[in-house]
């Protein structure tokens, strides 16, 4: 089993950055894809980024694709998104999810989720 727990999120003024960071407890966590979801109000959930356990490959969205990255420390058991260039439309619960397939672009191959943290950004 895996718990995860988002950190970092927060109030930031377009154009600016912030750096999410999702710590995972349990021994197995390089061998998980591991991804960022975001949820605005009103919205359905969305992919954001993700990093495969395997080769370290990454994928993004369309929109995010550029201005954010995903990365990941296996010994630290932490995986992190810097977003940059914020826009208000980022606004969101940003989630961070594991799996064990990888690609893993679709929040129907996650398993594990956290319980997201804030990301609010001003025009």
């Known amino acids: 089993q895996v718990q995860l727990v988002e950190s970092g999120g927060g109030l930031v003024q377009a154009g600016g950055s912030l750096r999410l960071s999702c710590a995972a407890s349990g021994r197995t966590f390089s061998y998980y894809t591991m991804g960022w979801f975001r949820q605005a109000p009103g919205k359905e959930r969305e992919f954001v980024a993700a990093i495969s356990w395997s080769d370290g490959s990454t994928y993004y969205a369309d929109s995010v694709e550029v201005r954010f990255t995903i990365s990941r420390d296996n010994a630290k058991n932490t995986v992190y998104l810097q977003m940059y260039h914020l826009k208000p439309a980022d606004t969101a619960v940003y989630y961070c999810?594991?799996?064990?397939?990888?690609?893993?672009?679709?929040?129907?191959?996650?398993?594990?989720w956290g319980q997201g943290t804030q990301v609010t950004v001003s025009s």
């Open positions: 999810a594991a799996s064990r397939v990888a690609p893993a672009i679709t929040a129907a191959r996650y398993y594990y």
